[in-house]
């Protein structure tokens, strides 16, 4: 199981105080919150792609890049890699050179977008948001696996003896997983290619969740990548921590209530009964994440957003502390009682090894 957290990168007013910290502000603490979560040994650290306001989560390649150079061992990914605004020929570039430069240390999370104007912003239409992913990750896919790739499609112009460079890190281009808060064709896209899917999970009750990862596990099943309790998962989550669950309630509920998100909806009670947003002691959020295998199986991604809503980096810190104090915990409780077959999530150096492993068969 790989655990970790990711960010949005919203620029959010601190309700408490009524400081909004500048654009600066908050590229310098996704740094400090990506350090802080390879000292605490999380897994995984991802940031989100935005190119709107009130969010400084655009060019996440130059952030992990950045990222990269100041963290020795901890999965730099991202959440998510707009991959229906963004050529892939870009993609396929950047995140190969980003695999090179960070030894490995990548992988993707493809998603649609689902603010409208920033399609048109890169001569997309919302519209077409599906058709788009779909279309982008296909040529994408052969970019990183055909050296040569002539290829026509319907949203951008062909390509004719195109090669991609640099070519992925020893052969093997980074993991993706396809993330989708809603949408099942994104489930289905996932299953055919055999990657991974990662639901989002954090607005959705766990009925959604479950249908949704279980359409995935099925159909990736069924294009014959292995038993759908082997397919590869990931969830998103949100807690807010405190050493008891009403000092943590009294502190957080101001910035619930005012978050951009959810905030002026439902309250604080009805949304953490609701969805996976866990809020009180470090043993609640303990429980409360383990049984999210109660509805997705076992699973090999959990990432937990810690940073949204104006929280000012201290407390972001502060949580990331409790985090790291329930770590070995959290590490035995999924492993307890997980099937010898179920896979661990892939790894730069799993993959390389497996792709050995498959050209010795068919040499």
Do not use: C
Not at 14 to 38: C, F, L
Not at 62 to 80: D, F, H, K, N, P
Not at 339 to 350: E, L, N, Q, R
């Amino acid at each position: 199981m790989q655990i970790g957290v990711f960010t949005v990168g919203d620029v959010t007013t601190d309700p408490t105080t009524g400081r909004t910290p500048t654009e600066h502000e908050r590229i310098k603490a996704t740094v400090a919150i990506a350090r802080k979560a390879e000292e605490i040994g999380l897994d995984v650290f991802a940031t989100g792609e935005h190119h709107n306001p009130p969010f400084i989560a655009s060019a996440p390649t130059t952030t992990l890049a950045y990222v990269g150079a100041q963290t020795e061992r901890i999965i730099l990914s991202t959440a998510t890699t707009l991959i229906t605004t963004t050529d892939p020929v870009l993609i396929a570039e950047d995140y190969a050179k980003l695999q090179h430069l960070t030894d490995g240390r990548v992988d993707l999370m493809m998603g649609r977008g689902n603010t409208g104007p920033v399609y048109p912003w890169f001569g997309k239409d919302i519209r077409h948001g599906l058709d788009l992913a779909v279309e982008n990750y296909a040529l994408l896919h052969r970019l990183w696996r055909e050296d040569v790739v002539n290829w026509e499609g319907r949203f951008r112009t062909p390509l004719q003896g195109f090669t991609s460079t640099p070519r992925p890190l020893d052969g093997v281009p980074p993991f993706v997983w396809h993330g989708s808060i809603r949408s099942p064709e994104i489930a289905e896209q996932a299953a055919y290619y055999g990657d991974g899917f990662f639901h989002n999970h954090i607005f959705w009750p766990a009925s959604h969740t479950r249908a949704m990862v279980d359409l995935y596990r099925r159909r990736f099943e069924h294009y014959g990548h292995g038993p759908a309790d082997t397919a590869i998962v990931g969830l998103g989550g949100q807690f807010f921590m405190r050493r008891n669950s009403q000092e943590a309630r009294e502190e957080f509920r101001p910035y619930f209530d005012n978050a951009p998100v959810y905030g002026h909806g439902p309250s604080l009670e009805d949304f953490t009964e609701q969805t996976p947003l866990t809020v009180g002691s470090p043993q609640q959020v303990l429980e409360r994440t383990l049984s999210f295998r109660d509805y997705a199986g076992d699973y090999q991604r959990q990432l937990f957003l810690v940073d949204h809503a104006g929280l000012p980096l201290k407390t972001v810190l502060e949580q990331l502390d409790l985090l790291g104090e329930i770590l070995p915990e959290l590490r035995a409780g999924f492993a307890e009682g997980r099937p010898a077959h179920v896979p661990d999530a892939p790894t730069h150096a799993s993959l390389v090894a497996a792709a050995r492993e498959q050209e010795a068969v068919t040499a």
